[in-house]
């Protein structure tokens, strides 16, 4: 493959990977261009995916000019692949600044979706570290470093499709950081994601996973797009979560649930709730009922995920006859509940993990 633009280029230019279709045509306009041009552009860099502007060869030479004069076309380099190709595959990948983040790639499961199923899912960052810093997440360990810029959320999927040679075809904010966190530049991530000049993944494709920051829940409930919305539970009473998520004490249980009720009443759609089953902290059967009184008004789902240890943090998962326990407590309550079982336990496939050990090997 050609060599991408120099990174001592990155700094002066704009990704073309941050921009939208509109901008981009509004900006070719000013240099003298029609807007076709822009779509053309476009064309080549989702559709037909090139990498290099030469590659572009419906493009008159004075436009590409402009173009490499103004625009970087860099993305992140992949460092580490761990696991393999039909379980989940962890990408380790290297951004300009030196930062690394996580992507994880995982295969629909033949046996639960049927042997014809080819669904990929990608879970992917939005920010490098995580501030929130909830206790068993390996993400929030050493703190927040900053947010994820436009172009390196979306270049986690390019980069993922081109070194696995396949589309991918759903994608999930559960990787490192909080996506509401860095709502601006989800937002424009998500809207190149989902265009049809884009990425253009169905927004029903797409969930984003939040820990709980209600005011973004409720602006999120004004978004037009049908994406998903996932909220981290993990605890069904104040004194489980505050234990366990800082932001229940910013955000109690209370206000949360308000915030949700809004979001489905306000947008007609259903939210699921995650809830990672640590032994002996929120693996209580009044959790689960608790848990239940909550899900049931809203119809939300609830993904049961028995926790991925974290090397340096002391939690377990329960027992499979204490998770089984938990989940027939939802489900005689009439919740629609499963459990969702990780694959790539073995390669620390939980988020912030591999970044985690990566760090720890080469300390600075
Ligand atoms: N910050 C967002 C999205 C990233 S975390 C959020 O918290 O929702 C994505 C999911 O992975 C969350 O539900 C999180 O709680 C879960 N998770 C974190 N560490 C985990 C671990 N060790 N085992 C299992 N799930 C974990
Ligand atoms: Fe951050 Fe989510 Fe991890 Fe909590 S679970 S520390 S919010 S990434």
């Known amino acids: 493959m050609k060599p991408l633009l120099e990174h001592s280029d990155f700094d002066q230019k704009k990704s073309l990977y941050a921009l939208l279709l509109r901008e981009l045509s509004d900006e070719l306009g000013r240099l003298g261009f029609p807007s076709y041009r822009a779509h053309q552009v476009m064309e080549w860099l989702y559709k037909k995916r090139v990498t290099s502007w030469d590659q572009m060869l419906t493009l008159p030479l004075a436009l590409r000019e402009k173009l490499v004069e103004h625009y970087s076309l860099l993305l992140p380099s992949v460092v580490t692949v761990s696991g393999s190709a039909d379980t989940t595959q962890k990408f380790l990948l290297r951004l300009a600044d030196g930062e690394l983040i996580e992507t994880v790639l995982i ?59 396949q589309r991918i075809n759903n994608i999930v904010f559960m990787g490192m950081g909080e996506p509401f966190a ?31 920051l209600v005011p973004r829940i409720r602006d999120f409930a004004h978004r037009p797009e049908q994406i ?31 915030a949700c009720a809004y979001y489905v009443k306000r947008k007609k759609q259903l939210l699921t709730f995650e809830y990672i089953l640590i032994a002996g902290v929120n693996d209580q059967l009044e959790e689960a009922t608790r848990l239940a009184n909550y899900a049931k008004p809203l119809r939300a789902k609830v993904n049961l995920i028995p926790y991925n240890r974290v090397e340096g943090l002391p939690w377990e998962r329960p027992a499979e006859a204490a998770q089984q326990a938990f989940l027939h407590e939802l489900l005689r309550h009439g919740v629609a509940a499963t459990i969702r079982y990780q694959k790539g336990h073995d390669i620390d496939a939980a988020c912030g993990q591999l970044r985690r050990r990566e760090l720890l090997a080469t300390p600075a």
């Not at 992917?124 to 810093?133: F, H, K, R, T």
């Not at 998903?228 to 109690?252: C, E, F, T, W």
Request: glycine share 6%.
């Open 182 to 212: 860095n709502f601006d530049h989800l937002l424009r991530a998500l809207e190149i994601i989902n265009a049809p000049w884009g990425i253009h993944l169905a927004a029903r494709k797409i969930t984003v996973s939040t820990s709980g």
């Open 107 to 165: 295969p629909a499961s033949k046996a639960l979706q049927g042997a014809s199923s080819n669904r990929r899912t990608l879970c992917i960052s939005s920010q490098v570290g995580c501030a929130y810093g909830c206790r068993f997440c390996a993400s929030g360990l050493d703190g927040f470093k900053r947010h994820l810029k436009v172009e390196e959320i979306v270049a986690q999927i390019l980069v993922v499709e081109q070194f696995s040679n």
């Open 228 to 258: 998903r919305l996932a909220i981290s539970l993990h605890g069904a009473s104040d004194q489980v979560r505050s234990q366990i998520m800082p932001i229940n004490k910013r955000y109690p249980l209370a206000e949360l649930m308000e």
